[in-house]
């Protein structure tokens, strides 16, 4: 929240998608290399910071876009829970 509040919506969009690509590359590096070090801890701590800021920027834009104050976060968690228990 205080990064889009500082640097824009826009700029944070480019560093939450900077953030995800550095974390499925090391996520991939962590596949090659089938085996638990210190890329491996810093690959779980990057796809925790990857998912907050996600987060936070997808509210961010569903509080501020939509009129209506709920029907967007109940479209957005129910699309969540199907993507994670529908497969």
Do not use: Q
């Given at each position: 929240g205080?990064?889009?509040?500082?640097?824009?919506?826009?700029?944070?969009?480019?560093?939450?998608?900077?953030?995800?690509?550095?974390?499925?590359?090391?996520?991939?590096?962590?596949?090659y290399q089938k085996s638990y070090n210190v890329v491996t801890f810093a690959c779980c701590f990057f796809w925790g910071i990857s998912d907050g800021a996600l987060n936070i920027h997808s509210f961010s834009v569903?509080?501020?876009?939509?009129?209506?104050?709920?029907?967007?976060?109940?479209c957005l968690c129910l699309m969540q829970g199907i993507g994670c228990f529908g497969m």
């Open positions: 205080l990064m889009i509040d500082k640097i824009g919506a826009k700029r944070t969009s480019s560093v939450n998608v900077s953030l995800l690509t550095l974390t499925i590359l090391l996520s991939l590096l962590v596949i569903l509080g501020s876009e939509f009129e209506s104050s709920d029907l967007p976060f109940i």
